[in-house]
């Protein structure tokens, strides 16, 4: 789980502040709710979880995630114009994370930012499942590259939800739920099998 907080946090503000605070204040709930599985699925473990922000204007909400077992890396500005580092330190730290001995089959982006694009390009090459959070405008190669988009409203939905709410929501993020406007029309990606090279023996093919 890698959380672009500026980004999240801002796109938040601008649909519903109250839903803004409870990201901000209560990450634990929505990430709870996202961890459990929907009908027929297993729950997931979160092995990763990296918040971005910067500690000039959100300092203060740094004790909220640390607490729910968050590691909080400060992004602060870096240009006149406000520009932090949160897009590099979150690729390099995802592309660790992607290239690391534990095998992570699902990545999480909590980003509207177009940037992660590339980000999620490499995700799909490597045959890892990838959902993207959005909190605003998502462009449009960015959500199609992503396997599944938790949509503005279905965000909102779970971190104003009730308990019984949550795991249709949840199941939403499958393509499985409320949205069938979000539902997959890609088949699941399956690894093709093996080819038979009869007059050379058996061979292993990448």
Not at 66 to 75: H, L, N, P, S, Y
Not at 90 to 115: N, Q
Not at 185 to 197: D, F, L, Q, V
């Amino acid at each position: 789980m890698f959380v672009d907080f500026d980004n999240v946090y801002t796109g938040l503000m601008a649909l519903d502040p109250a839903a803004a605070k409870r990201f901000a204040e209560d990450p634990k709930h929505w990430t709870e709710a996202l961890a459990v599985g929907g009908a027929g699925e297993e729950s997931r473990r979160f092995l990763i979880r990296n918040c971005y922000l910067n500690p000039v204007i959100y300092s203060k909400y740094r004790p909220y995630w640390t607490r729910a077992g968050f590691r909080v890396i400060d992004c602060p500005s870096l240009t006149q114009r406000g520009k932090s580092s949160t897009d590099i330190n979150l690729v390099l730290d995802a592309m660790d994370a992607l290239t690391g001995p534990a095998h992570i089959e699902e990545f999480f982006v909590a980003s509207a930012d177009a940037d992660f694009t590339s980000l999620i390009q490499r995700f799909r090459a490597a045959d890892r499942m990838t959902t993207v959070i959005a909190a605003g405008a998502v462009a449009f190669a960015y959500r199609e590259m992503a396997d599944s988009v938790v949509e503005s409203h279905d965000f909102v939905a779970i971190l104003n939800g009730t308990a019984a709410d949550v795991p249709r929501l949840v199941s939403a993020v499958k393509g499985e739920g409320i949205s069938p406007r979000r539902r997959s029309h890609r088949a699941p990606r399956r690894r093709p099998p093996p080819k038979c090279w009869p007059s050379c023996g058996p061979r292993r093919v990448r």
